[in-house]
């Protein structure tokens, strides 16, 4: 099992900046593929972005492209999501997830370990 908790959710007015933080406990850490995605009221959980165990794989949604930004510290066996020029439709619950032990590349269905997540509340 890897254990995932997230932080540094809040409210925050429209153009304004979050860097959330996922956190986990276990070395193992540093050999899983990392991923964010987040949950709207009344609509089905989406894929915001994620990066492999090297960092040498980053993907994101369209619509957070030059917006959003995932990185990881495996050293502190953390990933964070830097958020900048927020949108009220950023508004959601934003969940941190994990793959496999070892695997790379991870489908987007297939993610294994997730936090409890961390609301983010954009204003307008």
């Known amino acids: 099992q890897v254990s995932l908790v997230e932080s540094g959710g809040g409210l925050v007015q429209a153009g304004g900046s979050l860097r959330l933080s996922c956190a986990a406990k276990?070395?193992?850490?540093?050999?899983?593929?990392m991923a964010w995605f987040r949950q709207a009221p009344g609509k089905e959980r989406e894929f915001v972005t994620n990066?492999?165990?090297?960092?040498?794989?980053?993907a994101y949604a369209d619509s957070v492209k030059g917006r959003f930004t995932i990185s990881r510290d495996n050293a502190k066996n953390t990933v964070y999501l830097q958020m900048n020029n927020l949108k009220p439709e950023d508004t959601a619950v934003y969940y941190c997830?994990?793959?496999?032990?070892?695997?790379?590349?991870?489908?987007?269905?297939?993610?294994?370990?997730w936090g409890q997540g961390t609301q983010v509340t954009v204003s307008s």
């Open positions: 276990e070395r193992t850490f540093s050999i899983v593929n």
């Open positions: 997830a994990g793959g496999r032990l070892g695997q790379d590349y991870v489908e987007h269905s297939d993610y294994v370990y």
């Open positions: 990066i492999s165990w090297n960092g040498g794989r980053i």
